[in-house]
């Protein structure tokens, strides 16, 4: 019985792990994605005026 709780309190940490990485993950590609538009609306802007 105490070997299947300490299975239980495992996968309830590995599932909570594999949650937050996966937030992380997201959260950068959103912010690798943000600075690349920002990157390209201001090398437009000089190209235009230059």
Known sequence: MELLSFFDTLASTWGDEILV???AAVAGCICLVA???VL???LDSNNETG
């Open 21 to 23: 990485w996966a937030v």
């Open 40 to 42: 390209d609306m201001f």
């Open 35 to 37: 600075v690349v538009n």
